[in-house]
């Protein structure tokens, strides 16, 4: 019953947005056939004014609201891989813990039985407990390492943290091809594949470099102690932060006040304004409009390049 449900409801959200343009083709070409136009322009079956009730204005707004959801926050980032949205997957999304994350964590060496591990489809699965995204790449994950964690902010529930936790799968990378992607274990050190050729490794790495991302209902507040695996020590929250809202000319974390041309600056040595646009198209959001230039901020509906508490990254 619940698989035909499930079916039910992923035929009407994958074909709804057919569903009203043939309902409104149909309505629209009946009106034209059959219609006659009124005294204030509109056209109706008898000739007459046409009205519309305040209430029926307001649910023509929602419906549009609503496809437009549908439509946009609904889409996975990668169709070409990604399958019916990982159905498959579990310990998924909002509702999975640190501790299941690292429980999944291979031992340095694994190659997932000859199969190899990419970066990707390797942090992928300890996020999500899924392995297989593409069945012609076995080895390959569902995105690349520099938009893993915005994926899973998108398809799984995922949320942006600033000081990683043993567990925090973090993307670094932007201004590269593929970018790479980690599991952050404790002590400035990080757990990820393809360190050595598709197999899995644990190293040291500059944790700056990267954006985190931890389960929707994972609060810091209220968890002192995450114990990792594979004998790495544990590590109270609370002292992980010797890094923590450290700005490069690589990363900046946005406060309030902040401004292109205070960044040019700090990173440029000097303001020059008839290159602004284009050094501001070069610093993208990373947490408060994903993928979005501070230029494109600008130039937005709301005309805002620079989010208090955003990260910015430069491509």
């Known amino acids: 019953m619940k698989n035909l449900e499930k ?42 004014n046409a009205k519309i009730e305040k209430s029926t ?17 609904d889409k996975s980032s990668d169709e070409k891989t990604i399958e019916e949205n990982d159905k498959d997957a579990v310990g998924q999304g909002f509702h999975t813990t640190l501790e299941e994350i690292l ?3 291979r031992a340095d060496g694994d190659n997932d039985n000859g199969n190899g591990w990419q970066c990707s ?64 274990v404790g002590n400035n050190s990080v757990n990820d594949a393809n360190f050595s050729p598709l197999r899995v490794f644990t190293h040291g790495d500059n944790i700056s470099n990267y954006v985190w991302v931890v389960p929707g209902n994972y609060n810091q507040t209220t968890t002192n102690n995450t114990t990792t ?15 923590s809202n450290i700005s490069t000319c690589e990363k900046i974390y946005v406060k309030k006040g902040d401004t292109m041309s205070g960044i040019m600056q700090k990173c440029e040595g000097k303001v020059n304004w008839p290159l602004m646009n284009d050094y501001a198209k070069k610093w993208y959001s990373t947490k408060v409009v994903p993928n979005q230039s501070v230029y494109d901020g600008w130039n937005s509906k709301y005309g805002v390049g620079l989010f208090e508490g955003d990260i910015i990254i430069k491509r």
């Open 57 to 73: 204005e307001q649910f023509i707004e929602d419906s549009q609201k609503a496809l437009a959801r549908i439509m946009n926050d």
């Open 229 to 243: 695996s594979n004998n790495t020590n544990s590590q109270p929250t609370n002292k992980i932060n010797n890094q």
């Open 7 to 48: 079916r039910i409801k992923d035929f009407l959200i994958n074909h709804l947005a057919i569903l009203l343009i043939l309902f409104v083709f149909i309505l629209s070409g009946s009106f034209l056939v059959f219609g006659k136009v009124s005294e204030n322009g509109s056209l109706t079956l008898d000739g007459s």
């Open 121 to 184: 489809k390797y942090t992928a699965y300890l996020a999500t407990g899924k392995k297989d995204y593409s069945r012609s790449n076995p080895d390959y994950g569902p995105v690349h390492g520099k938009d893993i964690a915005n994926w899973l902010v998108k398809n799984y529930g995922f949320k942006y943290i600033d000081v990683p936790v043993p567990g925090a799968i973090g993307s670094t990378g932007f201004n590269t091809a593929y970018g790479h992607t980690v599991m952050y």
């Open 103 to 105: 429980s999944r964590r």
